[in-house]
């Protein structure tokens, strides 16, 4: 079974300029994470999709920060304009539904780090 | 807020030493915790999880973690340590509604020296 694909892995850009990052989680699985992972730190949670619904948003920085899912399969986040804050790897996460005995076991794609200069 | 704390941030141990790393949540209610690890240059990876039952739950690679619901404490724990055990460990926990994402501890640097 393939696993979840990022990409690109490695991202380095100025201040102020925008970037993407795209996301195919693992095949039939509905819901869909993108965690922000800053050096030292454990993965926070941006976004939570449920098919091609925004289920939780509440920490995504929307003035510039925005993410989509828009068939319910693969999904991009965007950053424009970038901060130096936020230089991090961008972890992509899929688990197949909100049924509770699946509820949990997150499985993670390899990220992608983006460095802000 | 829910919250998910790890005791240690950085723990070196030698070859065969025992190991365990603290995590403590404050979740109200029903639960599920992991344990996640991250090798160098890898993704991460579940350890091992608790959903109900025994709290005592083994996973992978020799690791377990025992559920103390009275302490809000979910310890990872390992008899021996090795080498390849060199990682980053991640104690995780959600609400158990089914459609929550993860919170993450701060996670515990690993460093097994031969």
């Known amino acids: 079974e393939a696993g979840v694909a990022q990409s690109p892995r490695y991202k380095i850009i100025e201040k102020r300029q925008s970037v993407a990052f795209w996301c195919n989680p693992i095949?039939?699985?509905?819901?869909l994470y993108w965690y922000q992972q800053i050096l030292g730190q454990g993965p926070k949670l941006l976004i939570q999709f449920q098919n091609n619904g925004v289920v939780d948003d509440s920490q995504l920085p929307k003035d510039r920060f925005s993410a989509e899912r828009l068939k319910g399969v693969d999904s991009t986040l965007k950053i424009q304009p970038a901060k130096l804050e936020d230089s991090a790897v961008y972890l992509c996460?899929?688990?197949?539904?909100?049924?509770?005995?699946?509820?949990?076991?997150?499985?993670f794609g390899e990220g992608s780090r983006l460095t802000v200069l | 807020a829910q919250s998910v704390s790890q005791h240690n941030h950085h723990v070196i141990l030698s070859e065969a030493a025992s190991l365990e790393l603290g995590c403590n949540y404050s979740y109200g209610g029903t639960v599920n915790l992991f344990w996640y690890v991250q090798y160098p240059g890898q993704h991460l990876q579940l350890l091992l999880k608790y959903f109900s039952g025994d709290p005592l739950v083994k996973g992978i690679k020799g690791f377990e973690a025992e559920f103390i619901k009275s302490k809000f404490s979910f310890n990872l724990r390992k008899p021996s340590v090795q080498w390849s055990d060199t990682a980053e460990y991640f104690c995780?926990?959600?609400?158990?509604?089914?459609?929550?994402?993860?919170?993450f501890g701060k996670g515990t640097h690993l460093i097994i020296q031969p």
């Open positions: 995780a926990g959600d609400s158990g509604g089914g459609a929550d994402g993860l919170t």
């Open positions: 996460a899929s688990r197949p539904g909100p049924r509770p005995f699946q509820a949990g076991e997150l499985f």
């Open positions: 095949s039939g699985h509905a819901t």
